[in-house]
């Protein structure tokens, strides 16, 4: 690459985050048709990886899940099967994240060659409001993850592959893998074909002059990594535009730290599994919590009620006590107050708690209340 081209191709991508600018990590790209046709958790179809060290030291290489490198807790990026996902846009008339997710499989259903019961939409909104939307078989990401989950990664990320190239307005890119060209035309758009070396794909070919009829016709197309023999003059003079050649990898060149679209979302998102398994629960949930408000309130109520008795029996005592007693300065508890002032009254007038007097006082309407008896007359002496 001359030094020309080097500039331009650092300029193409001026706001992309470098991935050697994070921690360590491991990116794996599924080929296509993994597991396909095999039981998951069986080894599987040889998988390209790279180990990137903390330090920033990386490794690369191909093989089954057994052979990958020890990551320990180091996240792990899947890049799913290009092929295995439908990349598509849409614009809808709403904002709500729970309308948008019931609308999605009505309105791409034009789009969709299966039943939308049986398919995942993920997506993400755009700077101008539309969606970039993402459509996989809900069985294939459940095969990877069980896979995966039981080789002892726990992905972080499932993105298509696709979206892995690095990409800046103005350009489109693509990488050889395997017998496929992968390309990428937007932040979370592209699709893939069968590859030629000496000329580009028709589908490619196709696409391209499509676009070029709009204001959206890329600058340049940029290929990472092609194989031995790829003839850049020929696919420029095809295609009508400059094909330059990146002969690093599309994994080494710097690009978006994080996937542009994550396919774990909704049910596939980190504890979706579980909310899954807990959706039978919500209506007893649901009663749980009227039980738990309505005996909240009622207890409330009923508290507030026993206060208010008890304030207004409070202020009753008060006032008497003062009536009775108005030398009292502080009152603190009004029954044992009136008690003592009491007990004061009836030693002044000599009389004491063991007089015949006071034990008539009290037994006098004890015997009045009893219907068997009849109090006629009552003699002290």
């Not at 050649?245 to 396919?263: H, M, R, T, Y």
């Not at 398994?277 to 919590?289: D, Q, S, T």
Request: net charge neutral; charged share 20%; with cysteine.
């Amino acid at each position: 690459m001359t030094k020309t081209l080097k500039t331009k191709v650092n300029a193409l991508f001026p706001r992309r985050r470098s991935r050697e600018s994070g921690g360590a990590r491991l990116d794996l790209l599924l080929p296509r048709d993994w597991l396909q046709t095999e039981i998951p958790g069986a080894p599987g179809a040889p998988i390209l990886w790279r180990w990137r060290a903390r330090l920033g030291e990386t490794q690369s290489g191909q093989g089954t899940l057994e052979e990958l490198p020890n990551v320990g807790s180091a996240p792990v990026h899947v890049w799913t099967p290009a092929t295995e996902t439908l990349l598509t846009r849409i614009t809808l008339p709403t904002r709500s994240r729970a309308k948008l997710e019931q609308a999605l499989p009505y309105a791409l259903e034009e789009q969709l060659l299966d039943d939308p019961a049986e398919l995942h939409f993920a997506w993400r909104r755009e700077n101008d409001g539309s969606l970039s939307v993402a459509v996989t078989a809900k069985e294939r990401i459940r095969n990877w993850l069980a896979s995966l989950q039981k080789a002892g990664l726990k992905p972080a990320t499932f993105c298509p592959a696709i979206l892995a190239l690095p990409w800046s307005p103005d350009c489109w890119s693509a990488a050889f893998v395997g017998d496929e060209l992968l390309v990428r035309t937007g932040p979370a758009s592209g699709f893939t074909c069968m590859h030629s070396i000496d000329e580009p794909p028709a589908l490619l070919a196709a696409n391209l002059k499509q676009t070029q009829q709009s204001a959206r016709a890329p600058e340049y197309f940029i290929v990472f990594q092609p194989p031995v023999g790829f003839r850049a003059d020929a696919w420029s003079a095809t295609l009508g535009v400059p094909v330059r050649v990146e002969p690093q990898a599309f994994w080494d060149v710097p690009g978006d730290s994080e996937p542009a679209l994550n396919l774990l979302q909704g049910e596939f998102a980190p504890g979706g599994e579980l909310r899954q398994r807990l959706r039978p629960w919500l209506p007893a949930a649901a009663m749980f919590a009227l039980w738990f408000v309505g005996t909240v309130t009622f207890d409330t109520v009923e508290w507030w009620r026993l206060h208010q008795l008890h304030t207004e029996y409070a202020r009753e005592m008060n006032s008497l006590l003062l009536s009775a007693f108005p030398e009292t300065k502080t009152i603190l508890d009004p029954a044992q107050q009136m008690q003592r002032g009491f007990d004061a009254l009836q030693a002044r007038a000599g009389l004491r708690a063991h007089d015949l007097l006071p034990l008539l006082g009290r037994a006098a309407p004890a015997w009045q209340s009893e219907p068997r008896a009849r109090l006629r007359a009552l003699r002290y002496g």
